[in-house]
């Protein structure tokens, strides 16, 4: 499966409102932040409310997720971008195990870059399956 553009957490208050909001999964080299986003208004907005907001959303075709990987927690530049990279990976590959309507944030930490990609794999497969059992 590809990871499009629109599956990335890329503003602010998204990441803050998974921080906030959102749960907290200790997957051993990442911490896994899972929140479910709020279903779209039902009720009509007003007109000048209801143009600010389809200016600034764009339709939400699945899960999203967002990467972090902090110098303190893991490293140098190059040790941070492997291990994003690594982490966005698996998201891409494992997707389907996350409902539709989920933000995840995945905190590299500094083991990260010393387990195996397989490793890494089934720390997430077992984290979605513990989270999203219906999606299992």
């Not at 891409?92 to 996350?98: A, E, K, M, S």
Request: charged content about 30%; aromatic content about 8%; overall charge positive.
């Amino acid at each position: 499966m590809r990871f499009r553009p629109e599956q990335h957490v890329r503003r602010q208050y998204d990441f803050r409102d998974a921080r906030e909001k959102g749960r907290r999964l200790d997957c051993g080299g990442f911490t896994l932040w899972y929140y479910q986003r709020p279903a779209a208004p039902t009720t009509p907005l007003e007109p000048s409310l209801a143009a600010q907001v389809a200016h600034e959303s764009r339709p939400i075709v699945g899960p999203r997720v967002g990467v972090i990987a902090s110098t303190a927690a893991v490293g140098c530049a190059v040790e941070r971008n492997r291990a994003k990279r690594r982490l966005r990976e698996v998201f891409r590959h494992q997707q389907q195990l996350v409902p539709t309507d989920y933000d995840l944030l995945m905190v590299a930490r500094h083991s990260l870059n010393g387990l195996e990609y397989t490793a890494i794999e089934k720390k997430f497969i077992d984290a979605c399956r513990r989270l999203f059992p219906a999606n299992a």
